[in-house]
């Protein structure tokens, strides 16, 4: 037979409760700099990696250099999202996506940075970050490389 939860127990779920959801609040208001910092911190403090593992297939007979490049591009797991050029008639439509893309920087500064392509937007970002911002940034007019 269960035993019906306290009052003392539904306080206490309901505050565990509250203290997650300011924790995710917290979180979603870290910029991606303060954001990779905390993941390096926690990798220290717990021992552990955030990397996800990446299979590798064994390269065939004849071709074993060209697929070694890619092996070695889908093992790295941070890139750096460089602005090679902007056309002139696209610059404000560039400069809005470089503010979005890269937190926290101001109108001036995202100007600089487009009009003094070519120029690193995001240095050390995720896989999945960088190929998003790349998007952004190809959709409103830019070239756009990940190294």
Avoid: Y
Avoid at 51 to 57: E, G, L, R, T, Y
Avoid at 117 to 134: D, I, R
Wanted: hydrophobic content about 50%; aromatic content about 2%; overall charge neutral.
């Amino acid at each position: 037979m269960a035993v019906p939860p306290t009052k003392l127990n539904e306080r206490k779920d309901k505050t565990n409760m509250a203290d997650i959801n300011q924790i995710v609040e917290d979180l979603s208001k870290l910029t991606v700099l303060e954001a990779a910092e905390l993941v390096k911190a926690l990798e220290t403090k717990w021992g552990v990696t955030a990397a996800a593992p990446v299979a590798v297939a064994a390269a065939g007979g004849g071709g074993g250099g060209a697929a070694a490049a890619p092996a070695a591009e889908a093992a790295k797991d941070t890139f750096d999202v460089v602005l090679a050029s902007v056309p002139a008639d696209k610059k404000i439509a560039a400069i809005k996506v470089v503010r979005e893309v890269k937190a926290g920087l101001g109108l001036a500064e995202a100007k600089a940075l487009v009009e003094g392509a070519p120029k690193v937007v995001l240095e050390g970002a995720p896989k999945a970050e960088a190929e998003a911002a790349k998007k952004k940034l190809e959709e409103a007019g830019a070239k756009v490389e990940l190294k």
